[in-house]
């Protein structure tokens, strides 16, 4: 592939875990920033890509399925090589006393080169520092009754590259924005549900098919550090930004797997140092 300035390359093939396929599907891709950024492929065999971990499950708990519904996310940990990260899936509320806090399978991946991603065990996990996970959304009103905006914060205004606004969110202390967009026809939204209400579960206009953007700013010089992009077939505008964090101000994490938290397939970047 010719180097240019989109020059990393993702496909995802999306399943339904109701028993019938699903043809959702996203090719992503990193322009600016590229360098900082990698596609991580957890290791493992779909459907399942995590196991309860024996060392902290009870005992009827031990030959449970880990199914992607069972997760909550994944944690992210810096261990003393500042250019490696740790990370594995908590399960989701109401498990963690049955199964523990984390899953068996833990991994360390290097932020940015192309080593391959490397099992590790209770130990080392240990010894890796967490990181806190941050997603405030910017600003608090409804953004679909104004997405044909740019995002104003702090006495700035970030540009969205699609036509239409999704969210933006900022990092653990304000030092980053990331800005959601995209380009496709909007969905026709009846106005009873356009709002969530007792057995009438909200919905959005967001489109089945068309282009994603997530354009991350420094909020203190405006200057755009990383821009993502990704065509999209199916159900999946809106997880674009439903799963996506910042890890404190140090990263930005963006699921590029599942409709649910599976977490089989990630986008992490490190962001640039501070001043």
């Not at 309860?52 to 994944?74: C, I, K, Q, Y």
């Not at 490696?84 to 498990?95: R, W």
């Amino acid at each position: 592939m010719a180097r240019s300035e989109w020059q990393v390359v993702v496909i995802v093939s999306l399943v339904v875990c109701f028993g019938c396929a699903c043809s959702a599907q996203v090719k992503a891709v990193v322009g600016l920033g590229s360098e900082n950024c990698r596609q991580v492929d957890v290791p493992g065999t779909p459907p399942f890509f995590w196991s309860v971990d024996p060392a902290t499950a009870t005992l009827g708990s031990l030959n449970l399925a880990f199914e992607p519904d069972d997760l909550r996310g994944p944690e992210f940990r810096n261990p003393a090589d500042p250019s490696v990260l740790y990370f594995a899936a908590v399960p989701g509320p109401g498990l963690t006393a049955r199964i523990g806090p984390f899953s068996k399978e833990k991994y360390a991946v290097d932020v940015h080169g192309a080593r391959p991603v490397r099992k590790i065990e209770g130990k080392e996990w240990r010894l890796g520092q967490p990181l806190a996970h941050f997603n405030a959304r910017v600003p608090p009103y409804n953004i679909e009754d104004n997405d044909d905006q740019n995002v104003r914060y702090k006495g700035k205004e970030f540009a969205r590259s699609g036509e239409h606004l999704s969210i933006s969110m900022v990092s653990a202390n304000d030092r980053w924005i990331v800005v959601f967009s995209y380009n496709g026809k909007q969905v026709s939204v009846p106005p009873e549900r356009q709002a969530a209400s007792i057995g009438i579960p909200a919905m959005t206009k967001h489109p089945r098919e068309g282009e994603l953007y997530a354009d991350i700013y420094n909020v203190e010089t405006g200057q755009k550090a990383i821009a993502m992009r990704g065509a999209f077939q199916g159900q999946i505008a809106s997880n674009w930004f439903l799963t996506a964090f910042f890890l404190e101000d140090r990263y930005f994490f963006l699921n590029t797997g599942e409709e649910t938290d599976e977490i089989s397939q990630f986008w992490i970047c490190e962001l640039p140092p501070g001043k």
